[in-house]
């Protein structure tokens, strides 16, 4: 029988996350990601939003090497399974390929807001949103 825990991460912060949806009692992590928080210089009003999502969801948070809390939260929950939504991120691949080298990940497909094949600069809301609105309100 598969044991699981749910990584919640900013491309899905909400209790639509099919992960949350699929394990509904699983145990929850968040991870602040200082390095892509310094990287991407996120605003205090930004972490602020962020916080305020998490604090809608059953969800433990960490700070630190995200890869390295996601495998040390599995191993406190006696877990055999990652289990998390998809994200866009280049960096999103390279911390489940860290995670699978300890334990199965599983990520689950994310309905799009919206269809788009091109570039978004996805590190500030209102450049998206710019991108965005021309599809939704057409």
């Not at 992960?19 to 928080?37: H, N, R, S, T």
């Not at 809390?69 to 877990?79: G, L, P, R, T, Y």
């Not at 300890?102 to 710019?130: A, H």
């Amino acid at each position: 029988m598969t044991k699981p825990i749910i990584w919640i991460h900013g491309d899905c912060l909400s209790p639509n996350n099919p992960a949350l949806q699929e394990y509904p009692d699983a145990p929850a992590i968040w991870v602040w990601d200082e390095a892509l928080i310094e990287e991407w210089q996120l605003s205090l009003k930004r972490i602020t939003f962020i916080y305020e999502c998490l604090l809608e969801l059953p969800v433990e948070i960490r700070r630190g090497n995200v890869a390295q809390e996601i495998v040390s939260f599995a191993k406190e929950n006696n877990a055999d399974l990652v289990v998390t939504a998809d994200s866009p991120s280049p960096r999103f691949d390279n911390i489940c390929d860290e995670i699978e080298r300890s334990i199965k990940v599983e990520v689950f497909e994310v309905e799009p807001f919206f269809e788009y094949d091109g570039y978004i600069d996805l590190k500030r809301f209102s450049r998206y949103w710019k991108v965005a609105e021309k599809y939704l309100f057409e």
